[in-house]
T-cell receptor, first 117, second 116 residues
Framework: AQTVTQSQPEMSVQEAETVTLSCTYD???????LFWYKQPPSRQMILVIR??????QNATENRFSVNFQKAAKSFSLKISDSQLGDAAMYFC??????????????FGTGTRLKVLA | NAGVTQTPKFQVLKTGQSMTLQCAQD?????MSWYRQDPGMGLRLIHY???????DQGEVPNGYNVSRSTTEDFPLRLLSAAPSQTSVYFC???????????????FGSGTRLTVV
């Protein structure tokens, strides 16, 4: 069975600095997708970035980028020039495939990011 | 605005009461799901549906029922509320699979449920 592990329950970063959130996963599949979701205090889950496993190039969305290491099954999120609005819970998620084709999602337990002014 | 609408946002129930959490989406997504979010446990899948008339159990289905009579609506019913069901509940939808399903989920704003 696939698993997603976020080993950092909480992280802190100074405003304008860079922080990296780690995520590892375990799977025997070769075709899958990885996501980072942000959950601010408003509770709304927001998709931050996604990575397709068959693409070697790391995904980038403005100040957010990932370091995807397929062989190591690692998918870390880097936030550059951190802003107060980045403070949130961040979830790593894996989307694989099942025999029924429902493409099951598995979420990590989350990392709470605090941004210090 | 297009998206996933969840109601209510907050609810307090007494043990043994029943209730229905409503979820509606207007994006014509085939796939809808219910998750519960508990501290230190991430999001756990309760039930999901790949289309109208089709539902299936997720990781933690006990104590919950769902139905999918239309593409738009996917209500979650708590049959006899228990304190262990105190949680934050999220409804989410997406296109089903393949390339079309890789844009990720669209989530509702969540329901904070407390069972006393």
């Amino acid at each position: 069975a696939q698993t997603v592990t976020q080993s950092q329950p909480e992280m802190s970063v100074q405003e304008a600095e860079t922080v990296t959130l780690s995520c590892t996963y375990d799977t025997s599949e070769s075709d899958y997708y990885l996501f980072w979701y942000k959950q601010p205090p408003s509770r709304q889950m927001i998709l931050v970035i996604r990575q397709e496993a068959y693409k070697q190039q790391n995904a980038t969305e403005n100040r957010f980028s990932v370091n995807f290491q397929k062989a190591a099954k690692s998918f870390s999120l880097k936030i550059s020039d951190s802003q107060l609005g980045d403070a949130a819970m961040y979830f790593c998620a894996y989307r694989g495939s099942t025999t029924s084709g429902t493409y099951k999602y598995i979420f990590g337990t989350g990392t709470r990011l605090k941004v210090l002014a | 605005n297009a998206g996933v609408t969840q109601t209510p946002k907050f609810q307090v129930l007494k043990t043994g009461q029943s209730m229905t959490l409503q979820c509606a989406q207007d994006m014509n997504h085939e796939y809808m799901s219910w998750y519960r979010q508990d501290p230190g446990m991430g999001l756990r899948l309760i039930h999901y549906s790949v289309g109208a008339g089709i539902t299936d159990q997720g990781e933690v289905p006990n104590g919950y029922n769902v139905s999918r009579s239309t593409t738009e609506d996917f209500p979650l019913r708590l049959l006899s509320a228990a304190p262990s069901q105190t949680s934050v509940y999220f409804c989410a939808s997406r296109l089903t699979g393949g390339k079309e399903g890789t844009d990720g989920y669209t989530f509702g704003s969540g329901t904070r449920l407390t069972v006393v």
